[in-house]
């Protein structure tokens, strides 16, 4: 989907014109990958439009950029308070937003410690994100997830994305809607921009944080959920042949939201269908997030936007 632009971006503190939100060349992000980011969503509510866990995004930031040793010069709370502000100068909601903080214009050279430090936050409409009415058509990637002593996963890095490239690349030539890779060592990771979940004898599984995968808000979030349903919710190594003899398997994100996985590798997940542990996650993300259920956890931040319909696929 193209990015739809708005009016302003949230640049070190100002709102810029949409336009003018550029960077040199030089820049050293541009040559050595070095930047940190976030994707939160803001959904439109029966009474304006909320951002969803805006907090833990905005720390996730912080953390990612603490583990590169990337100055930022502004708190969670600022942080925060800058994504409302952007959202509604723009008045553009529901929408997604990207916050953004890299290393710009300074030295030459693979150390970035003496290249400043850009903060941008931007906002723009984005629909479904993984393909599929009927639940999604995946498979295994040939390609690994990042050694963990590699490249550290819990980063939310711009870098990490080059790895997430060459398994959505794969995936889509080879006419799948994602693909799932394994980790260094064979186990279950995740997906290119999402985390794995899979639902076997009425017991709810994910892969750990030691499988290199990112530690998603929204898998936080529907195990959460799934404990409040008092689903049974187990975070271990998963071999790969669990994807094709489980009951249900579904993807989390932030941009993908709940999705579920109809096939893996051209097996059918279950009977292919939504099954009814991912169904009564799916209903109790959509209804908090949405505002149709209490939002009992205080993930909304509202917004002061008057809100359009929201952007399909
Ligand atoms: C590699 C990867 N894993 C998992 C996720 C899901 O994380 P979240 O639910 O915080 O969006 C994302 C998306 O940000 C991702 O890019």
């Known amino acids: 989907m193209p990015v739809q632009a708005t009016t302003?971006?949230?640049?070190?503190?100002?709102?810029?014109?949409?336009?003018?939100?550029?960077?040199?060349v030089m820049s050293h992000v541009v040559h050595y990958g070095s930047s940190v980011f976030e994707g939160i969503r803001c959904y439109k509510q029966p009474s304006g439009a909320?951002?969803?866990?805006?907090?833990?995004?905005?720390?996730?930031?912080?953390?990612?950029?603490?583990?590169?040793?990337?100055?930022?010069?502004?708190?969670?709370?600022?942080?925060?308070?800058?994504v409302v502000d952007v959202i509604e100068a723009n008045g553009v909601a529901p929408c997604y937003i990207r916050p953004i903080a890299f290393r710009g214009y300074g030295e030459v050279g693979v150390n970035p410690i003496k290249s400043p430090?850009?903060?941008?936050?931007?906002?723009f409409p984005w629909g479904k994100y993984v393909p599929g009415n009927d639940g999604a058509d995946v498979c295994v990637s040939s390609w690994s997830r990042l050694a963990p002593n590699t490249m550290p996963s819990l980063a939310k890095?711009?870098?990490?994305?080059?790895?997430?490239?060459?398994?959505?690349?794969?995936?889509e030539v080879n006419g799948y809607s994602e693909g799932i890779a394994l980790d260094v060592n064979g186990y279950l990771s995740e997906g290119s921009g999402e985390n794995l979940f899979l639902v076997r004898n009425g017991v709810l599984y994910t892969t750990p944080l030691a499988n290199s995968v990112?530690?998603?808000i929204t898998r936080s979030s529907v195990i959460t959920l799934a404990k409040q349903l008092g689903i049974e919710v187990v975070e271990q190594a998963?071999?790969?042949?669990?994807?094709?003899?489980?009951?249900?398997?579904?993807f989390t994100g932030?941009?993908?939201?709940?999705?579920?996985?109809?096939?893996?590798?051209?097996?059918?997940?279950?009977?292919?269908?939504?099954?009814?542990?991912?169904?009564?996650?799916?209903?109790e993300f959509f209804g908090i997030v949405n505002g149709l259920k209490a939002d009992r956890y205080n993930w909304l931040t509202p917004v002061n936007v008057k809100v359009a319909e929201p952007v399909g696929a």
Not at 157 to 171: K, P
Not at 238 to 250: S, W
Not at 258 to 265: A, F, G, K, N
């Open 8 to 24: 302003n971006i949230w640049h070190n503190g100002n709102l810029i014109p949409w336009d003018k939100a550029q960077i040199h």
């Open 50 to 82: 909320g951002v969803f866990r805006l907090t833990e995004h905005m720390q996730r930031l912080v953390d990612s950029a603490k583990i590169y040793r990337m100055p930022l010069p502004y708190t969670v709370d600022q942080l925060s308070a800058a």
């Open 117 to 123: 430090v850009e903060v941008y936050i931007a906002n």
């Open 157 to 171: 890095a711009g870098a990490n994305y080059m790895n997430s490239q060459l398994i959505r690349m794969e995936a």
């Open 214 to 216: 990112l530690s998603g």
């Open 238 to 250: 998963l071999p790969r042949e669990l994807l094709y003899i489980c009951d249900e398997a579904f």
């Open 254 to 283: 932030t941009a993908a939201e709940v999705t579920h996985l109809r096939s893996v590798d051209r097996i059918l997940v279950g009977d292919g269908t939504m099954g009814p542990i991912t169904s009564a996650l799916h209903e």
